[in-house]
C-alpha cells in the first residue's frame, strides 16, 4: 500500500503509522497508539527492574594464625551474611614466611567452606592472589530467593510505614 494510503488510513483510525522494519522491502509499517505502546514498554522495563535481585559481596579478612575463637567469630559473621543472602568473599591474608605454605590456607578456607555448607555453596574455589587466598561462597538458590522476598517485604513494609495518614 501506498504512503499516502497509509497515512489517511492511520489518520482515519486515530492512530499512529509506525515503521518496524525500514530495511526490508518493501518497508514494513504498523498502526498502532505510539504513546500507548511506549508506556507499556516502560512499564514492563520497571517491573523487569523491580524482580532483579542485587547481588551484595561482603568480605571477610582472616589470618593464617587465626585463634579459634576469633575463627568462630569470623564464622558467625559469614553465616549472618549468608542468611541475609548476600555473597561472601573470604579472603586469606599471607604475610612473611606464611607465602611459603598455602596450603595451609587452602585448608583453613576448606574447613570454613564445610562450617557453613548448609548455608552456602563454593562460588569460586580459593585461589592464590598474590600475597592473598581468595575464596567467593553465595548463598543456595533456594534460600537467597525466599530471603530476597523477605528483604522486599520489609523494604514494602517500610514505605508503607511512611507514607501519611489521613
Known amino acids: 500500500m501506498s504512503i499516502g494510503e497509509a497515512l489517511r488510513l492511520a489518520q482515519d483510525s486515530e492512530l499512529d503509522l509506525v515503521e518496524v522494519a525500514p530495511m526490508a522491502r518493501p518497508p514494513v509499517a504498523k498502526l498502532m497508539d505510539y504513546g500507548k505502546f511506549k508506556y507499556e514498554s516502560a512499564q514492563k522495563a520497571r517491573e523487569a527492574r523491580r524482580n532483579q535481585a542485587l547481588t551484595v559481596i561482603k568480605e571477610m579478612r582472616l589470618r593464617l594464625k587465626i585463634d579459634p ?5 569470623k564464622k558467625g559473621h559469614v553465616e549472618r551474611f549468608l542468611k541475609s543472602g548476600d555473597k561472601v568473599k573470604i579472603t586469606v591474608m599471607f604475610r612473611g614466611r606464611e607465602q611459603s605454605r598455602p596450603e595451609m590456607g ?11 555448607a548448609e548455608l552456602g555453596v563454593v562460588e569460586s574455589n580459593p585461589k592464590q592472589d598474590g600475597r592473598n587466598m581468595v575464596m567467593v561462597i553465595a548463598p543456595h538458590r533456594n534460600q537467597a530467593a525466599t530471603d530476597g522476598a523477605r528483604r522486599q517485604a520489609k523494604a514494602d513494609k517500610a514505605a508503607e510505614g511512611q507514607t501519611p495518614t489521613a
Do not use: F, K, S, W
Not at 69 to 73: A, F, L, M, R, V
Open 69 to 73: 575463637h576469633d575463627y568462630e567469630t
Open 106 to 116: 587452602y585448608r583453613l578456607l576448606q574447613r570454613l567452606a564445610a562450617d557453613v
